[in-house]
């Protein structure tokens, strides 16, 4: 695949009806043939990667066994819809127990890097916010084929929200509605990477599904109460000129999950890769940075390019001076290292319109 994203097709939209009341009423209509059929991909190409090498394959085993005997993989609601999905889609290639470990990837997986671009813009021309997020993660191909467009609808018919999902996964990774748009970034952490919590994806569609969260200043309140089970990083967008932040979150003392929260300059932007800032009491977990310009990107591991991809970005933003964003988005995000080889995923979201669009690496 080269350096072109398509948008979605339309017929990949789909409803999620997360106010019914059991599992198989709520996924409903992603038990198409083509969404198992994309599941199947997606869950093939992610168990190869974990059982690639004769330890992850030990591990694969046994590992997401004793995690459900320890409940760690279990969610309120969510845990119900995994094992769903797991007879619905999965029962010829993985457990119960298997799949739940796959629905927390962000958390078990956090050894294993990947690189995230977000940024938030306030966009003179339309007099709003604009939130534009790269979702790059290993298994590129079969994330791009399994994307879906989810809208998530109350009991009443009404839209709760909606956000660039992925067939078969019941948290969530880039979502938009009632006013604010949210993002999750990989944060660097290392081994041990993985405490007490919830997954980052279940606790971004708890935020999206609590009705009373109705605005940027109630999420950003919401998000900084956060118990994240690893270090993540968010971006939140809203409507008005100064509602964008960055959240940073780490393990402090006693191992307890603390948040450092930055929010837009007025009129401005913000851009969050994969890196802690300079300031912040975890800059130390980042890796070694590559910014020559002439390096080559393919080469380097992508935690490497994180400081050079947040310049690109700052760079071309600075330039645009709050016009033309989408053309800068688009040239900016197509260029390496911010595209990169685990790109799947373009978002582009404003709030203000309940505007979500998604495009998909072609």
């Not at 994309?38 to 974990?50: F, S, T």
């Not at 939130?131 to 399994?146: G, K, N, P």
């Not at 971004?204 to 900084?224: C, G, N, P, T, Y």
């Not at 033309?324 to 990169?340: H, I, M, S, T």
């Amino acid at each position: 695949m080269g350096n072109s994203v398509r948008p979605l097709d339309p017929a990949h939209d789909r409803i999620v009806d997360f106010q019914a009341g059991t599992p198989e009423a709520i996924w409903a209509d992603l038990e198409r043939d083509d969404d198992r059929h994309a599941a199947h991909g997606l869950a093939k190409a992610m168990i190869g990667l974990v059982t690639e090498r004769p330890a992850g394959r030990i591990a694969w085993t046994f590992v997401p066994a004793i995690l459900r005997a320890l409940g760690r993989t279990d969610h309120p609601r969510y845990g119900a819809e995994s094992d769903h999905l797991a007879r619905a889609f999965f029962a010829t290639q993985a457990s119960a127990a298997q799949v739940a470990f796959l629905q927390a990837q962000y958390s078990y997986a956090h050894i294993a890097a990947s690189a995230c671009t977000s940024s938030v813009a306030w966009d003179e021309e339309r007099g709003s916010m604009r939130h534009f997020r790269s979702l790059d993660w290993r298994s590129t191909e079969a994330i791009a084929v399994a994307t879906r467009r989810k809208i998530f609808r109350r009991k009443d018919g009404t839209r709760a929200f909606q956000c660039a999902g992925i067939a078969g996964m019941v948290g969530r990774l880039t979502a938009m509605g009632r006013g604010f748009s949210v993002a999750i970034n990989y944060a660097p952490w290392g081994w041990f990477g993985v405490g007490r919590g919830d997954d980052p994806t279940y606790l971004l569609r708890d935020l999206m599904q609590a009705d009373a969260v109705d605005s940027f200043a109630k999420a950003f309140a919401a998000i900084e109460r956060w118990r994240p089970a690893a270090p993540v990083f968010l971006t939140l967008c809203g409507i008005g000129p100064e509602e964008g932040a960055s959240f940073e979150f780490g393990f402090g003392a006693g191992k307890r999950m603390t948040c450092r929260a930055v929010t837009v300059p007025k009129r401005g932007f913000l851009v969050r890769s994969n890196h802690f800032d300079p300031e912040s009491p975890f800059a130390g977990r980042n890796v070694a940075q590559a910014l020559d310009p002439a390096t080559d990107w393919e080469r380097q591991s992508l935690m490497s390019t994180s400081q050079r991809r947040r310049d690109m970005v700052e760079a071309a933003l600075r330039q645009a001076q709050g016009r033309g964003l989408d053309a800068a988005f688009a040239r900016v995000y197509a260029q390496a290292p911010v595209w990169n080889r685990q790109t799947a995923q373009w978002g582009a979201m404003r709030p203000a319109a309940d505007e979500i669009e998604i495009r998909v690496r072609a």
